[in-house]
């Protein structure tokens, strides 16, 4: 069974393709649009990833701006959006379920509560890779595809991991097979 994890206001239309899945949802612009000004927070995890150079998303406030192809992390009930109308721009929107990416990040790494920095990093062809794979299996939804998508999900949740350096956080903290620490990604 599918659903949309997105928030309400987000649906597919002439500028955005949907691309949704039991753990996650895919959204990215068709050709650059525009982002309207306004925050809020959901219980997802989300990962901005920049298709053209974007300046002007917030997370807690703070302005953040983006080279093409850098990821930006948004954590679950994380206050995020614009202060102001951009324009033109094209990115991806990653949207994972919360209890998905805790499940997964608690198996692989033995933490339990999942914090990223909201340091801007470079995306990494495998994570393009993987979600073009992902949207392609999701448009073509030939026998077997809703498994390949949760394949595919878990997939890009890990190539996340990597690419915004937790690992090397986790090992230089000690804090493997402890659970119930926070962790703080940084690069």
Known sequence: MEKQI?????????????????KMTIFVTRRPSPVLKGEFSHRSYEFIVSLSPV???????????????????????QVHGTHLLISDVSFMNIQFEAEFI???????YGVRDVVFANAVVPCGE?????????????EQRREGYSSNLSNLSVQIAIAIFRQTGVAEHIAAAGLCRQGHRTLHSTL
């Not at 997105?6 to 899945?21: G, Q």
């Open 6 to 22: 997105l928030p309400d206001f987000v649906r597919e239309n002439d500028y955005f393709s949907v691309y949704p899945s039991e």
């Open 55 to 77: 300046a002007g998303f917030t997370v807690d406030g703070v302005a953040v701006s983006m080279p093409e192809n850098y990821l930006l992390p948004v954590n679950s009930n």
């Open 102 to 108: 805790e499940e997964l990040f608690f198996g692989v």
């Open 126 to 138: 495998e994570i393009l890779f993987l979600t073009r794979k992902f949207m392609e299996e999701y």
